[in-house]
């Protein structure tokens, strides 16, 4: 019950710790079968990559809906999410193209193409890119959330800056260490 109430990468992270039979066992008793297929797909990934750091929950629109139907989705997905960081755009084939401002939904036309106003700076990772890295990025950039895609190029996750926190503390302390030599 406990691992059905928490975003993807927590919960991932809790059953990576498991052997893999209680994995199972737990991942069987899920009631939600998308966030079971969520978490087995996040346990793919090695923990020091930006795939092992990932949550799978984000709201996606497609870039040739317009803002009516972008508004209507976007309410549907975010039923399920406590917080909604970025609203990401992406194609057909799920290619992430930037993201999308409150803004632009807010003072555009609701039949205006999302493709018209969507923004494509976008920084990204990729899923095998380091975790000491993604944290860099986003601390390079003063990013508080990070789209993952694949190797083609497809949005799969996003990272929070929660979830790198622990990697910069953990590099801050093998810092500490080596100068102290311990």
């Known amino acids: 019950e406990e691992i059905d109430e928490l975003e993807s990468d927590d919960a991932a992270d809790i059953l990576s710790e498991l052997p893999d039979d209680k994995k199972e066992e737990v991942i069987s008793q899920l009631e939600d079968v998308e ?12 923990e020091d990559t930006a795939g092992g750091l990932m949550r799978k929950e984000l709201i996606a629109v497609k870039d040739n809906w317009t803002v ?3 508004v209507k989705e976007m309410r549907r997905q975010a039923e399920a999410f406590e917080k909604v960081h970025t609203i990401y755009v992406v194609d057909e084939d799920d290619i ?3 993201r999308l401002s409150l803004k632009s939904l807010l003072t555009t036309s609701t039949k205006t193409p999302i493709k018209e106003i969507y923004n494509p700076k976008i920084t990204s990772v990729k899923t095998d890119e380091d975790d000491e890295d993604v944290a860099n990025i986003m601390q390079k950039y003063d990013l508080i959330v990070i789209p993952v895609v694949d190797e083609m190029g497809r949005l799969v996750g996003q990272i929070t800056i929660d979830d790198v926190v622990d990697v910069i503390r953990d590099e801050a302390d093998k810092d500490y260490q080596l100068a102290a030599g311990l």
């Open 96 to 98: 992430l193209k930037g």
């Open 68 to 70: 009516m139907h972008c």
């Open 35 to 46: 966030h079971a297929k969520d978490i087995v797909d996040l346990l793919r990934y090695k």
